[in-house]
């Protein structure tokens, strides 16, 4: 069974643009949790998705927001980046909402310049 | 809000000595308890978890129990190996609900074990 893919695996940006990373659940797992580690803050929730919904929120600016597609897909798009959203920004998925192990990617390292 | 303390690192053992990695927590209920694991160049994976007080999770030699007198969480292996070297990660859900892929990490710890 294949893990949870997110691409791309690394990236650099400047300040005042925008990305967009994408993450693949395992095959059959419907909730995809996003996270944010840092040296400084460690590992922070971003947001979860279920069913295309939006479940969960982290404490996050409004730059930051996500969407799930219909095939358990998800994305997660960054505005107006700033050079503190340097990051890995990791992807989990899990098979539903209740409670059970959570699977991570490999994660998305984003440099802002 | 929940948080999660973990003792300050790095730590470094030799091959077969005792690990303790001390973690406590602060959270309302009965949280689900994990300590998850990064080994170099992988993702993270979970290591135990434990869901209700008194719980002892257990896996590849490693043990923890859900103390909730003392909201810990203490990670232990008696004989650590080299292979052990890695970072580990307390962490919980709040209890209930939809809370559960929402996870509050502590800052982690880096294990390294000589030979």
């Known amino acids: 069974k294949a893990g949870v893919t997110q691409t791309p695996r690394y990236l650099i940006k400047t300040r005042g643009q925008q990305v967009t990373l994408s993450c693949s659940p395992i095959s059959g797992h419907r909730s995809v949790s996003w996270y944010q580690q840092t040296p400084g803050q460690g590992l922070q929730f971003l947001f979860e998705y279920f069913s295309e919904t939006q479940r969960n929120k982290g404490n996050f600016p409004g730059r930051f927001s996500g969407r799930q597609f219909s095939n358990s897909r998800s994305e997660m798009n960054v505005s107006t980046l700033e050079l503190g959203d340097s990051a890995l920004y990791l992807c989990a998925s899990r098979p539903g909402l209740a409670a059970g192990e959570l699977f991570f990617g490999e994660g998305s390292r984003l440099t802002v310049l | 809000g929940d948080s999660v303390t973990q003792m300050e690192g790095p730590v470094t053992l030799s091959e077969e000595a005792f690990l303790t990695i001390n973690c406590t927590y602060t959270?309302?209920?009965?949280?689900?308890l994990f300590w998850y694991v990064q080994y170099p160049g992988e993702s993270l994976q979970l290591l135990l978890k434990a869901t209700k007080a008194d719980d002892k999770g257990s896996n590849k030699g490693f043990e923890a129990t859900y103390r909730k007198e003392t909201t810990s969480f203490h990670l232990e292996k008696g004989s650590v190996q080299v292979s052990d070297s890695a970072v580990y990660f307390c962490a919980l859900s709040a209890a209930g609900g939809t809370s559960y892929g929402k996870l509050t990490f502590g800052q982690g710890t880096i294990l390294t074990v000589h030979p």
């Open positions: 959270a309302t209920g009965y949280p689900s």
